[in-house]
T-cell receptor
């Protein structure tokens, strides 16, 4: 199955700033998915990133707040813009694996102060 | 609609105890069902899956059976170890490859 390298693994950021999270996959994949996992809660899909087209955002998430890039079939970035403490979460990227389930990156633990 | 409900935690067990984490779902169509595990400080890993009714997924001593009649996919293990301490997520994937996750159940296993 695919191996995903995600970075940074954690960061502490000042409110009002932005953070870009990177995900690199060791094989070409059509779709990459970005999730948020707020403290003590389950995963919420932010958006689906397709190579060569704009990302598809889920209800409650907008491009201005979470711009996504997908320059090729192995790489994607998610930016968390104009951060507030409410954005403190774990952010995860994932791809559909060959076993029909998701393969996840190791996550980025973001704390906004 | 699609949703997954799993038992609230934390669940605290002694080593070698029997584990059950309940998971029920609602879905349109014929979903695939999954259990994911998240060890402390790590991302989610696929633990097991089942793609159709009566299928049993198993891995690392864990197993779960896809029960369509009760819309359930309960996770079981006969003898837990301290190293099983983690958060367990039940999930379904619908016919459009969209995933829905339960809220997670934290398992603490004490020596």
């Amino acid at each position: 199955s695919a191996v995903i390298s995600q970075k940074p693994s954690r960061d502490i950021c000042q409110r009002g700033t932005s953070l870009t999270i990177q995900c690199q996959v060791d094989s070409q994949v059509t779709m990459m998915f970005w999730y948020r996992q707020q403290p003590g809660q389950s995963l919420t899909l932010i958006a689906t990133a397709n190579q060569g087209s704009e990302a598809t955002y889920e209800s409650g998430f907008v491009i201005d707040k979470f711009p996504i890039s997908r320059p090729n079939l192995t790489f994607s970035t998610l930016t968390v813009s104009n951060m507030s403490p409410e954005d403190s979460s774990i952010y995860l990227c994932s791809v559909l694996g060959d076993r029909d389930g998701y393969t996840f990156g190791s996550g980025t633990r973001l704390t906004v102060v | 609609g699609n949703s997954v409900t799993q038992m609230e935690g934390p669940v605290t067990l002694s080593e070698e105890a029997f584990l059950t984490i309940n998971c029920t779902y609602t879905a349109t169509g014929y979903p695939s069902l999954f259990w994911y595990v998240q060890y402390p400080g790590e991302g989610l890993q696929l633990l097991l899956k089942a793609t159709k009714a009566d299928d049993k997924g198993s891995n690392k001593g864990f197993e779960a059976t896809y029960r369509k009649e009760t819309t359930s996919f309960h996770l079981e293990k006969g003898s837990v170890q301290v190293s099983d301490s983690a958060v367990y997520f039940c999930a379904l994937k619908n016919n459009f490859n969209k995933f829905y996750f339960g809220s997670g159940t934290k398992l603490n296993v004490k020596p």
